[in-house]
């Protein structure tokens, strides 16, 4: 069975520290994702790589790195969070094609205070 | 600026009945419409997908149905039942970019019993 498992599933940090969210697939998928879900916006990218080491901007990157080291997990870090980086926090996995469809973890529930 | 637009937000439907829900788009790039259910408490996870060579695409209760010209597709869920509650996403994704998935803002189903 499929699996993307998220590190916490709530956290609560302050103003200005440094956050670490992982992600880790057991599907080997080439490609891993980082989104954010916000009510009436839906599911933003905002980072996804194709393979160890690489990485793309999605559509909202900024305030946001992310590094895959290994091809099984998938790091989404805060440099220093803001309280506009609130959200739920979903990690996502997708293998080459033909098939497009993407695998989602739980999610973070992440509050900066 | 949503580049798939959904709607309602919401959605109230006696169990039994239909519900309906709509998206538009305005990328003509687009080649692949997938739907993702999400329960509380878990991520999306894909429900039924379309091409657009094909006007319509059922399994089960689920229907997508496209209108190309339009640029406008929609989910009908026949015979809603109350587990069928769950927050439904549309999406869109661009010819030979697989992994730029864009979503639209969700809506809420409620199927009261």
């Known amino acids: 069975d499929v699996k993307v498992t998220q590190s916490s599933r709530y956290l609560v940090k302050r103003t200005g520290e440094k956050v670490f969210l992982e992600c880790v697939q057991d599907m080997d998928h080439e490609n891993m994702f980082w989104y954010r879900q916000d009510p009436g916006l839906g599911l933003r990218l905002i980072y996804f790589s194709y393979d160890v080491k690489m990485k793309e901007k999605g559509d909202i990157p900024e305030g946001y790195s992310v590094s895959r080291e290994k091809k099984e997990r998938f790091s989404l870090i805060l440099e220093s969070a803001s309280t506009n980086q609130t959200s739920m926090y979903l990690c996502a996995s997708r293998g080459d094609r033909p098939s497009n469809e993407q695998f989602f973890g739980p999610g973070t529930r992440l509050t900066v205070l | 600026q949503q580049q798939v637009k959904q709607s309602p937000q919401s959605l109230i439907v006696q169990k039994g009945g239909i519900s309906i829900i709509n998206c538009a788009y305005e990328?003509?790039?687009?080649?692949?419409f997938p739907w993702y259910q999400q329960f509380p408490g878990k991520g999306p996870a894909l429900l039924i997908a379309i091409r657009p060579d094909v006007s319509e695409k059922k399994e089960g209760r689920f229907t997508i149905s496209f209108n190309k010209s339009a640029k406008q597709f929609s989910l009908h869920i026949m015979d809603s039942q109350p587990g069928d509650s769950a927050t439904y996403f549309c999406a869109a994704v661009p010819i030979n970019a697989g992994n730029m998935l864009t979503f639209g803002g969700g809506t809420r189903l409620m199927v009261k019993p």
């Open positions: 990328n003509t790039a687009f080649d692949y």
